[in-house]
């Protein structure tokens, strides 16, 4: 007996309510419909209807068999679906996306038009969060991670730095004067972000570190403001508060336009690795190569 064709003749006589309804759904004979129910209740050892002359119902075992099979067949649909999603030349469906919320929506958000516009048939879903989550148990197809790698078997593709910059604004430089070395920047407010507790970066809120021709240096840093928002962090730099250390995606827009200006930039700053990652298995899926073919040519490394 083929279990799984005798489940969904099962299925059809269940729903049209006879096996003549459900032979002809099926395109064979009442017998044959007939020969699928006896060898399915044989299998099980239990009767699934309740037969007489006029009509059929089901047993108490019968409805719930009946939804078991719906749940069987509907994951088999789903599987030849994704087998013909892989087998398919044009990506299309939903792509599950997580990525940082500073490169989210600086620099994510603002590509993703030009993505939707090359593959109309992906619809896409993302989520922005510092939380590392699992890839299957949360069900994303791919991640964007910042901060240095744990050992996993998703395959990790390398991306551009996450890199800090020193900046403020052209009054705050007016009122307070612009420094010209690290350790000018004991004398201005300087405003800090608020990393949490679990942060390896956590240290870098009140200790400033950079490179530069002499080495290392770190700078004892202070200022009038500590907040755990960096939008909240760019605007208060923005309005002349202070100096500010933010990643570049952040501050980009107002470097170009001219509400901030980059400070010591003979100096290099931290930085952090970014990597785009995904499953082996599912970069057979054409809407997931085509992402990562995209972010690659965006921001590869």
């Known amino acids: 007996m083929d279990l799984f064709q005798a489940m ?28 699928h129910l006896r060898a399915l209740e044989q299998r099980l050892g239990v009767s699934l209807l309740k037969r007489t002359t006029r009509k059929q119902s089901l047993t108490e075992f019968g409805g719930q068999y009946y939804q078991r099979c719906l749940e069987v067949l509907g994951l088999v649909a789903d599987s030849e679906l994704l087998a013909e999603q892989i087998h398919s030349e044009t990506p299309k469906g939903s792509l599950r996306i997580t ?16 993505f939707s516009q090359r593959y109309p048939l992906i619809d896409l879903h993302v989520m922005l969060s510092n939380e590392r989550m699992d890839l299957v148990d949360s069900g ?18 390398p991306m551009q730095a996450y890199t800090l910059i020193l900046c403020a604004s052209p009054q705050y430089l007016a009122r307070r004067g612009t420094p010209s070395k690290p350790e000018d920047l004991r004398q201005h407010n300087c405003l800090a972000f608020a990393y949490p507790a679990t942060d390896n970066w956590r240290d870098t809120d009140k200790r400033w570190r950079m490179t530069g021709e002499e080495g290392e240096v770190e700078v004892a840093v202070s200022g009038s403001l500590t907040i755990n928002s960096s939008q909240g962090l760019r605007q208060a730099a923005v309005n002349g508060m202070g100096i500010i250390m933010l990643a570049d995606a952040l501050v980009q827009p107002d470097l170009e336009s001219g509400k901030l200006v980059a400070l010591l930039t003979t100096y290099q700053l931290s930085s952090r690795p970014m990597h ?21 040519e965006k921001w590869a490394r």
């Not at 269940?14 to 007939?34: H, I, L, P, Y």
């Not at 994303?140 to 593709?157: T, Y």
């Not at 785009?276 to 690659?296: C, N, S, T």
């Open 8 to 35: 969904s003749v099962y299925v059809k006589v269940v729903e049209t309510g006879s096996m003549t309804a459900a032979a002809q759904e099926c395109g064979m004979s009442t017998t044959m419909v007939g020969n």
């Open 99 to 114: 990525a940082p919320p500073v490169f989210g929506t600086e620099r994510l958000a603002p590509a993703l038009s030009e």
């Open 140 to 157: 994303f197809d791919v991640a964007i991670r910042l901060g240095e790698l744990e050992p996993s078997s998703l395959i990790a593709r």
């Open 276 to 296: 785009l990652l995904y499953g082996q298995d599912r970069y057979r899926l054409p809407k997931l190569r085509a992402f990562v073919d995209f972010a690659m």
